[in-house]
């Protein structure tokens, strides 16, 4: 198998000159597993979980992806012409979380993805995950569920990658818990900035509680991002790089119709249409945090 | 509840998990068939995903 693909900011981060400067550099890689989190919703989790999912499967990168979003969008596109069918008929992450007996082995969860998305595999969401706070509650060690899952299957895939849904529930402390890295979609707006301070919250919880100290965050970026916006919201993006430092990456995925029309048709962007700027800044984001 | 009761409910719970563990195994040989099927997966990767199905596959022979 290819090495192991998470990064870890060796920049002192109170070092950087520019705030806006790429996360990219003074990295080292030393991980795999990524979640992609951010408390708002509308930022771009699952486009980037699946663009990231397209630029490492179409490299030859052997790729997972996990939806723990009860929306299963990343699972609707993932499994093309199966979208439609019986999603109650599916083993899927629900059954796997939920499974008292500790017997279910994650690999039977397991689906192709359709052929957009090459060397691809999907452990699917449902609407069912909608109430796994309910039926989680009860579970002694509940935070470490995923993270027991994937320990047999995570030597198989060069890149993991978890998608989740805009809430600090017990699916998002699982996912940062099974994580070796996350990454923060944003948009500009307060709002988002709030999201991406919650976050933090609950990752320094995860590593100050043991469940796991090694939790990085790899990097936050800009997606929806217009050229023309107000000096107000500009200024949003300095406080952002001030707060975070080297931590901010130098992507900004701009707002197009592109990644619509692209979900319209069943493709990734960098399939759809690889040369747009969105497919870019998603192959930039994808070189910065992917293995 | 008598024996005859006791023993109905545990030869019915018996078929159950028989049928449990048999709609889990085919679905993973139906997932190695997929993998090894789809020309959208590379050899390698297949190679590496269809050990797993079989690693998982191993401790779930028809009860």
Same mark, same amino acid.
């Given at each position: 198998?290819?090495?192991?693909?998470?990064?870890?900011?060796?920049? *002192?981060?109170?070092?950087?000159?520019?705030?806006?400067?790429?996360?990219? %550099?003074?990295?080292?890689?030393?991980?795999?597993?990524?979640?992609?989190?951010?408390?708002?919703?509308?930022?771009? %989790?699952?486009?980037?979980?699946?663009?990231?999912?397209?630029?490492?499967?179409?490299?030859? &990168?052997?790729?997972?992806?996990?939806?723990?979003?009860?929306?299963?969008?990343?699972?609707?596109?993932?499994? +093309? +012409?199966?979208?439609?069918?019986?999603?109650?008929?599916? $083993?899927?992450?629900?059954?796997?979380?939920?499974?008292?007996? +500790?017997?279910?082995?994650?690999?039977?969860?397991?689906?192709? *993805?359709?052929?957009?998305? /090459?060397?691809?595999?999907?452990?699917?969401?449902?609407?069912?995950?909608?109430?796994?706070?309910?039926?989680?509650?009860?579970?002694?060690?509940?935070?470490?569920?995923?993270?027991?899952?994937?320990? /047999?299957?995570?030597?198989?895939?060069?890149?993991?990658?978890?998608?989740? *849904?805009?809430?600090?529930?017990?699916?998002?402390?699982?996912?940062?818990?099974?994580?070796?890295?996350?990454?923060?979609?944003?948009? $500009?707006? %307060?709002?988002?900035? &709030?999201?991406?301070?919650? #976050?933090?919250?609950?990752?320094?919880?995860?590593?100050?509680?043991?469940?796991?100290?090694?939790?990085?965050?790899?990097?936050?970026?800009?997606?929806?991002?217009?050229?023309?916006?107000?000096?107000?919201?500009?200024?949003?993006?300095?406080? $952002?790089?001030?707060?975070?430092?080297?931590?901010?990456?130098?992507?900004?995925?701009?707002?197009?119709?592109? #990644?619509?029309?692209?979900?319209?048709?069943?493709? /990734?962007?960098?399939?759809?249409? /690889?040369?747009?700027?969105?497919?870019?800044?998603? &192959?930039?984001?994808?070189?910065?945090? +992917?293995? | 509840?008598?024996?005859?009761?006791?023993?109905?409910?545990?030869?019915?719970?018996?078929?159950?998990?028989?049928?449990?563990?048999?709609?889990?195994?085919?679905?993973?040989?139906?997932?190695?068939?997929?993998?090894?099927?789809?020309?959208?997966?590379?050899?390698?990767?297949?190679?590496?995903?269809?050990?797993?199905?079989?690693?998982?596959?191993?401790?779930?022979?028809?009860?």
């Amino acid at each position: 198998m290819a090495e192991s693909g998470l990064w870890v900011v060796t920049t *002192a981060i109170n070092q950087c000159q520019n705030p806006l400067s790429p996360l990219t %550099k003074g990295l080292t890689r030393v991980g795999k597993v990524i979640a992609f989190t951010n408390e708002k919703g509308g930022v771009g %989790k699952t486009t980037s979980v699946l663009e990231c999912a397209y630029q490492a499967g179409s490299r030859g &990168k052997s790729v997972l992806v996990i939806d723990l979003d009860a929306q299963a969008n990343a699972t609707r596109m993932l499994l +093309g +012409g199966m979208a439609n069918e019986d999603e109650s008929r599916r $083993l899927g992450v629900f059954d796997l979380l939920t499974d008292a007996t +500790g017997q279910m082995h994650a690999a039977t969860t397991l689906l192709p *993805a359709v052929a957009a998305w /090459p060397n691809t595999l999907l452990v699917p969401a449902d609407a069912r995950l909608g109430t796994i706070d309910a039926h989680l509650a009860p579970r002694l060690n509940r935070e470490g569920i995923l993270r027991r899952l994937l320990a /047999p299957l995570r030597d198989r895939f060069d890149l993991v990658l978890i998608d989740l *849904a805009p809430a600090m529930t017990v699916l998002t402390v699982n996912a940062l818990v099974a994580a070796d890295a996350y990454v923060v979609p944003t948009d $500009l707006s %307060k709002y988002s900035q &709030k999201g991406i301070r919650t #976050v933090q919250t609950v990752a320094d919880m995860i590593r100050s509680s043991g469940n796991n100290p090694d939790l990085v965050m790899l990097g936050i970026f800009v997606s929806g991002y217009h050229k023309g916006i107000a000096r107000s919201v500009r200024a949003l993006l300095v406080e $952002l790089g001030v707060e975070y430092g080297a931590r901010l990456l130098s992507v900004r995925v701009p707002h197009s119709v592109t #990644v619509t029309e692209s979900q319209s048709l069943g493709q /990734p962007v960098g399939r759809f249409a /690889p040369e747009s700027p969105v497919a870019q800044s998603y &192959k930039a984001l994808f070189e910065a945090v +992917g293995p | 509840m008598s024996n005859e009761d006791l023993r109905r409910e545990i030869l019915n719970e018996r078929d159950a998990l028989r049928a449990e563990n048999e709609a889990l195994r085919k679905a993973l040989e139906l997932c190695r068939f997929s993998i090894k099927n789809e020309n959208h997966v590379s050899g390698d990767v297949a190679k590496n995903w269809i050990e797993m199905i079989d690693a998982a596959l191993a401790p779930m022979e028809p009860i």
